[in-house]
């Protein structure tokens, strides 16, 4: 499909030629789509991301501040029809990420007595930075945590990335099954809420029949920096979030912690060079022990100061974390403080890329917030990368008094679609 397409026009076009009056519609003939697929706003409000590039849309993207992330389980047998949502997944996804509705005029011209082909509820609305960015489970090439008795229903049992495998049971976790898991996310991403919810909501119903919504989570707020330009955000426990980071620029960084590599797989895990590991875990934060705990104590635990969010013993924010300083003998930066235990001088060098968002899905019957981070890391092999710090982190890290994780899922994201490709195409062709 080609980037602007005659009959393509924007979702501010719509109702912008309507309230001048206009007939909209294909058949009427209107030409406009001028939401070009750039990648940063310009300053003529043209807030697009490219949808197609070598790899997808929302990993090293400036971390937009809103997130409506949906895994969904495949409910079809048949290969043909999930080939074919995936298609129609794909065409939909880059028109709402170029500000389009899912089809020409699908809200309100196909007539009175069709379902909109579009819900409609972002129709005036800009793209706000809008990224979809797809990945498959584990449970999709077979047997896994959500079902220990499924069959290799697709064909793809063979194409299975050996990293791509459930993710171990970790210390002091609690984890629901029914937010966890699933067969495929779609991870949305933009600055405006209802933009993100629209677009998951949209390819939910297309899809409707092939897959159903296991579990979704919204999130208000950015916990990470994924660009230089970006400032340091902050997570519910008030502190700087994202500080050390990889970004987008550390290209090097990036080949050797987040992308797979050719060598990482033999040739029939071959679809998966380019892509990444995403790591999902709903972390519930115990906000009212949190609270109670004084200031010192609170950056204690974080082994960074909460205002400037500078390593304990430093000045500022990007100084390096000395390990080695010591205050009567004991380490400034305490043995159990997380940012120490995190680090890549405890992880064998490991590194991975962190892009959560903050979450307040109100509160649980017990006059308790139910808040949290919902975190979301991309590596190269989680099983190298995420896992042995997780577990690190579960067994010694002093933040995990005040954590509940309750969710957890990993998804294979392959890398970006070329043009006129589709999700999945190297999978499943
Ligand atoms: C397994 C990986 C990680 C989980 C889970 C995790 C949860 C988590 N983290 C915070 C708050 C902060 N984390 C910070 C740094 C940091 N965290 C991780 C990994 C996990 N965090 C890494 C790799 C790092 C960077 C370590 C380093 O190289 O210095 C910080 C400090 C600021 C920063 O660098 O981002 C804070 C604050 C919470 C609240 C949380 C779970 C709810
Ligand atoms: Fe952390």
């Given at each position: 499909?080609?980037?602007?397409s ?9 109702l912008g030629a309507?309230?001048?009056g206009?007939v909209?519609?294909?058949a009427a003939?209107v ?16 807030q697009t991301v490219?949808?197609?590039g070598?790899?997808q ?6 971390a ?6 949906a895994a969904f ?6 290969r043909?029809?999930l080939?074919?949502?995936?298609k129609k997944?794909t065409?939909a ?6 500000g389009?509705?899912t089809v ?5 011209g ?10 409609g509820?972002a129709l005036?609305l800009?793209?706000?930075h809008l990224t979809?960015t797809i ?12 079902d ?13 990335p050996a990293?791509l495998?459930d993710?171990?049971?970790?210390a002091?976790e609690k984890?629901e099954?029914?937010?966890?898991y699933?067969d495929i996310?779609i991870?949305?991403c933009?600055?405006d809420p ?5 677009a998951?909501r ?5 899809g409707v029949?092939?897959?159903s ?5 919204l999130?208000f707020?950015?916990?990470?920096s994924?660009t230089r330009g970006q400032?340091?955000?902050r997570?519910?426990?008030g ?5 050390a980071?990889?970004?987008?620029e ?7 912690h ?7 797989n033999?040739p029939?895990a ?5 892509g990444t590991y ?6 519930r934060?115990?906000?009212e022990?949190?609270d109670r705990q004084n200031?010192k104590e609170q950056?204690?635990?974080i082994?960074?100061t909460?205002?400037?969010g500078?390593p304990?013993?430093?000045e500022s924010e990007?100084?390096e974390p000395d390990?080695?300083?010591t205050?009567y003998?004991a ?9 120490r235990?995190a ?9 991975i890329?962190?892009r959560?968002?903050n979450?307040t899905?109100g ?5 308790h917030?139910?808040a949290?981070?919902f975190?979301?890391?991309?590596n190269r092999?989680?099983?190298k990368q ?6 690190t982190?579960?067994?010694k890290?002093?933040l995990?008094e005040y954590?509940?994780?309750?969710g957890?899922?990993i998804?294979?994201?392959?890398p970006g ?5 589709w999700w999945?195409?190297?999978l499943?062709?």
């Amino acid at each position: 499909m080609s980037e602007e397409s005659s009959t393509s026009f924007s979702r501010r076009a719509v109702l912008g030629a309507a309230g001048a009056g206009l007939v909209v519609g294909g058949a009427a003939g209107v030409t406009g789509g001028y939401f070009a697929g750039s990648s940063s706003d310009d300053g003529s409000g043209d807030q697009t991301v490219a949808f197609r590039g070598d790899h997808q849309a929302g990993i090293t993207t400036e971390a937009q501040d809103r997130l409506h992330f949906a895994a969904f389980d495949v409910v079809t047998d048949s290969r043909d029809e999930l080939v074919d949502m995936l298609k129609k997944w794909t065409d939909a996804a880059d028109r709402m990420t170029r500000g389009l509705e899912t089809v020409d005029d699908g809200a309100l011209g196909l007539g009175d007595y069709t379902p909109p082909a579009d819900t409609g509820e972002a129709l005036g609305l800009s793209p706000a930075h809008l990224t979809l960015t797809i990945g498959f489970g584990p449970g999709l090439f077979g047997p896994s945590a959500s079902d220990p008795n499924r069959k290799d229903r697709f064909g793809i049992a063979a194409r299975k990335p050996a990293a791509l495998a459930d993710l171990p049971m970790f210390a002091q976790e609690k984890i629901e099954p029914g937010r966890s898991y699933g067969d495929i996310c779609i991870q949305a991403c933009a600055d405006d809420p209802q933009v993100a919810v629209h677009a998951i909501r949209n390819l939910a119903r297309i899809g409707v029949g092939v897959v159903s919504v296991r579990w979704s989570q919204l999130g208000f707020g950015r916990t990470s920096s994924t660009t230089r330009g970006q400032d340091t955000p902050r997570n519910m426990f008030g502190f700087k979030d994202g500080t050390a980071n990889i970004r987008a620029e550390d290209t090097g960084v990036l080949d050797e912690h987040v992308w797979v590599a050719e060598g990482d797989n033999p040739p029939a895990a071959q679809w998966m060079t380019g892509g990444t590991y995403l790591v999902a875990r709903r972390i519930r934060m115990d906000i009212e022990p949190w609270d109670r705990q004084n200031l010192k104590e609170q950056e204690t635990v974080i082994g960074r100061t909460k205002g400037e969010g500078a390593p304990i013993g430093k000045e500022s924010e990007f100084d390096e974390p000395d390990f080695n300083m010591t205050t009567y003998g004991a380490p400034m930066i305490a043995r159990t403080a997380h940012v120490r235990l995190a680090h890549p001088d405890q992880n064998n060098g490991v590194q991975i890329l962190r892009r959560g968002y903050n979450f307040t899905d109100g509160s649980d019957g017990f006059g308790h917030l139910d808040a949290g981070l919902f975190f979301i890391a991309f590596n190269r092999d989680s099983f190298k990368q995420f896992v042995p710090m997780q577990q690190t982190l579960s067994r010694k890290d002093a933040l995990t008094e005040y954590l509940i994780p309750n969710g957890s899922a990993i998804f294979a994201v392959p890398p970006g679609v070329k043009d006129g490709e589709w999700w999945g195409q190297r999978l499943f062709a």
